[in-house]
């Protein structure tokens, strides 16, 4: 099983600064990685397949790089909205397996 | 538009069983894999079961393999379930989600509460 692990737990950020957050997989997974957010009492929403492609509606500030096994997801100037759990979701065979989450929350 | 609403969710003591339905709308639905994905309070997500499409393969975590089912009735546009032996670390909101063009989960629904307790 490949383990995901996110860093860090919590990230304290000011609306309109940069949130840098981590994912790392124990093994390779190539460019199969998803990022989730998730908001409080919501179900999760996708972000970004392909480790860097953005899903249908995502806002340009949200960005996705890596490849291998060092993942980041960049929000580049936080809006208010974007204060959430964020996951990072390997798809390089079964089982599938989530990172246990970063907490975006105002600094 | 996508929509899956999950349903079958409730208290169950130790043991026993549930059935969850997941109902798609919106999309072809025979051709895309679903999956559950479960978090329990206060916890990350945790994938659970898949099965495809076209060809309906399953997969499973080590989790429940062996008392958990998942199945699908393309004619109902609706994929199952089957929660058997129940324990109380099963307790979670269970979440159905569409596969995307690769393994991602592309769209998900609202959840539903599956409580294990005696």
């Known amino acids: 099983e490949i383990v995901m692990t996110q860093s860090p737990a919590t990230l304290s950020v000011s609306p309109g600064d940069r949130a840098t957050l981590s994912c790392r997989a124990s093994q390779s997974v190539s460019s199969r990685l998803a990022w989730y957010q998730q908001k409080p009492g919501q179900s999760p929403r996708l972000l970004i397949y392909g480790a860097s492609t953005r899903a249908t509606a995502i806002p340009a500030r949200f960005s996705g790089s890596g490849s291998g096994t060092e993942f980041t997801l960049t929000i580049s100037s936080l809006q208010s909205e974007d204060f959430a759990l964020y996951y990072c979701q390997h798809y390089n065979g079964w089982p599938l397996t989530f990172g246990g989450g970063t907490k975006v929350e105002i600094k | 538009e996508v929509q899956l609403l999950e349903s079958g969710g409730g208290l169950v003591q130790p043991g026993g069983s549930l059935r969850l339905s997941c109902a798609a709308s919106g999309f072809t639905f025979s051709i895309y894999g679903i999956y559950w994905v479960r978090q329990a309070p206060g916890e990350g997500l945790e994938w659970v079961s898949a099965i495809g499409g076209p060809t309906p393969n399953t997969h499973y975590a080590d989790s429940v393999k062996g008392r958990f089912t998942i199945s699908r009735d393309n004619s109902k546009n609706t994929v199952y379930l089957q929660m058997n032996s129940l324990r109380a670390d099963d307790t979670a909101v269970y979440y159905c989600?569409?596969?995307?063009?690769?393994?991602?989960?592309?769209?998900w629904g609202q959840g539903t509460r599956v409580t294990v307790s005696s």
């Open positions: 989600a569409k596969r995307g063009p690769e393994f991602y989960l592309e769209s």
